[in-house]
């Protein structure tokens, strides 16, 4: 092996994470009975995206290095956004990236009655109160990093008139934001979220699992940390916004444990794409708007997303094994993911021929009647792949840009005078072309072959430097292609604070060609089924295709700008 190809291997190889770092000392000190344990905590009021893709390989990767567990709980706190068909989703995204949390399902609702009457042993304690003032005057008094909060005129209330609130603020005699509990802490912490957090508000809606049993309902910090604690984990890993929330974790965490064992907060920086949206709230706002056909549109970073675009797994999976994790906020460049599908695809699918913008060939020296199959490897990095047999005629179709009447110099493929190969097939000369009398396009070319240039059995020792990709046109199948690109036409659409992220969607983001002609061989082609089409690209046949009408999405280009990059 090279010098240079053990430095490639090297760099490609994931290093040690400082997160694996973390577990592995904790591991040599006998932390926790020297148990691994960890949980993806989804919300479900959406569907996932490839940011939390990593959080995924984290969660379950590290479980499974170690030789641990992890859970899957859904932090369904607020059953105003929550719907079921997020929690089916998210369930789905979590199997398909090839993660498995077994009999590990958990709600953070299971323990709604456990939190509750955690609130009240806090009360009991003198640790937390109930407030009657409105959300934007607790938000106001909380201070500034230079000023100590203002201390609530409710804080003195007693234990017994504490209780009493709080009990009858869940049996629904209050309004929604009349009244919230939170606990008593310091109102002159440097730590904002230390200064009398609200643990506890009045929501009236009736929850996917509980129905009408609670009137109130945990804040999303005091029930993560301690649906952490109930479920033995061993360690909570975190995007880096909640380093801040780590203070407040570890003290009701302290207000709660009753031995050694404690779980363990780590963050790590989050998955951040250039030229793609991140945010939740305003994926669901371009689905509501129309701006895309739905969250498992082919241009969404939504696992589903990628999925229906042709995405692999594997390749998400490799993508964030090359990014890995940091305590570093960055944004990746998009090249590095499409690159990673680009690697997994070109040894795992077979390469087919596609024509998407057809021009007729017609070969004049070769019989009319004549067919005969030529053998095509499926694909040259997977002999057990095999080889393919395809149709071939006096007429064939070529790309149209294949094709022109003035050529630039180093145009290689056809035109006037010039021969090129037809991959698997003969070398063909253009002899002339007839163009459309009103509008002047060239609509048939017509070329000679010869007989001794045939692939693979041929006599002839003719080289040509232009090859091209093909179909038969007697024999090819009508085909929709889908070709998406990026959704935003701006690097940064999300860090552009005074502009509408909306005004950088990319209006060329889908093209859908209609008259695409592709091989007999993929006619049974069924959703979900991946091919190159040399030269073209990899595609990715959609869930809206039938035997009738075949539909395909471009997953990507063959063009690796981050190859060329690298190099």
């Known amino acids: 092996m090279s010098e240079e190809t053990t430095k490639e291997k090297e760099e490609s190889k994931p290093s040690i994470s400082f997160i694996e770092q973390f577990i592995i000392e904790d591991l040599k000190e006998g932390k926790n009975d020297g148990r691994i344990h960890t949980r993806f905590p989804p919300e479900p009021n959406g569907y996932l995206h490839i940011g939390h893709a990593k959080a995924i390989c984290l969660d379950f990767g590290m479980a499974q290095k170690f030789g641990g ?14 719907e079921v068909e997020y929690i089916d989703s ?37 640790l937390a109160y109930v407030d009657d003032q409105p959300a934007d005057v607790i938000s106001a008094q909380k201070g500034t990093l230079t000023q100590p909060g203002v201390i609530s005129s409710f804080r003195k209330r007693s234990v017994a008139e504490n209780l009493d609130l709080f009990y009858r603020m869940n049996e629904g005699e209050f309004e929604e934001g009349s009244r919230v509990l939170r ?12 200064r009398d957090p609200i643990i506890y508000r009045i ?19 005091f029930a993560h940390g301690q649906s952490d604690y109930f479920e033995g984990i061993t360690h909570s890993l975190c995007t880096l916004e909640f380093e ?31 030229y793609t949206m991140m945010s939740k709230r305003k994926l669901l706002e371009l689905v509501l708007e129309g701006k895309v056909n739905g969250w498992d549109d082919p241009r969404m970073p939504t696992l589903c997303g990628l999925r229906r675009r042709g995405y692999t797994p594997e390749s998400i999976r490799r993508f964030i094994d090359l990014i890995g994790y940091t305590k570093f906020e960055a944004i990746n ?40 199959e030529v053998e095509i ?53 253009c002899d002339s072309f007839r163009k459309n009398e009103k509008t002047g396009v060239v609509e048939e070319v017509f ?12 006599t002839s020792d003719k080289k040509v430097k232009g090859t091209l990709h093909w179909v038969s046109a007697r024999h090819a199948i009508d085909a929709e292609v889908r070709l998406y690109d990026r959704l935003f036409d701006h690097e940064d659409p999300a860090g552009q604070k005074d502009d509408d992220y909306r005004k950088f969607l990319n209006p060329d983001s889908l093209k859908i060609l209609s008259d695409c002609k592709l091989e007999p061989s993929l006619r049974f082609a069924k959703p979900f089924d991946k091919f190159q089409f040399q030269r073209l690209g990899y595609f990715c046949v959609d869930y809206d295709s039938t035997k009738d009408h075949l539909v395909f999405n471009r997953t990507v280009s063959l063009k690796d700008t981050w190859a060329k990059m690298k190099k």
């Not at 990236?97 to 042993?121: C, N, P, T």
């Not at 606990?183 to 230390?194: H, Q, T, V």
Request: charge should be neutral.
């Open 183 to 194: 606990a008593k802490i310091d109102m002159s912490s440097p730590n904002m979220l230390m």
């Open 447 to 458: 070329c000679t072959y010869d007989p001794a240039t045939r692939s693979g059995g041929g």
């Open 333 to 372: 460049d998009v090249l590095l993911l499409e690159h990673a599908v680009r690697e997994d695809l070109n040894i795992r699918v077979p390469r087919v021929f596609g024509v998407l913008d057809p021009l007729k060939v017609t070969i004049t020296n070769y019989p009319r009647d004549k067919v005969e």
């Open 203 to 221: 929501l009236k809606s009736p929850h996917h699992r509980t129905g009408e049993k609670w009137k109130v309902y945990p804040m999303y910090d």
């Open 90 to 126: 998210i369930k789905e995204d979590i199997r398909w990236l090839g993660f498995d949390w077994e009999e590990r399902e958990f709600y953070a609702s299971d323990y709604f009655g456990k939190l509750f009457d955690f609130a009240i042993d806090l009360i009991k304690r003198g």
């Open 244 to 274: 801040v929330h780590r203070p407040l974790y570890d003290w009701l965490i302290d207000q709660l444990k009753t031995s050694d064992y404690r779980p363990r907060q780590i963050e790590f920086n989050r998955l951040n794409l250039t």
């Open 377 to 429: 490897i499926n694909n040259p990095e997977d002999e057990s792949m095999g080889k393919r047999k395809v149709p071939f005629c006096n007429e064939v179709l070529i790309e149209r840009e294949d094709f022109m009447e003035n050529p630039p110099h180093k145009f290689f493929r056809l035109a006037p005078g010039a021969e090129v190969r037809l991959k698997g097939a003969y070398i063909i000369k």
């Open 69 to 82: 567990k992890c859970n899957l709980r859904f932090d369904d706190t607020n059953p105003v956004k929550e």
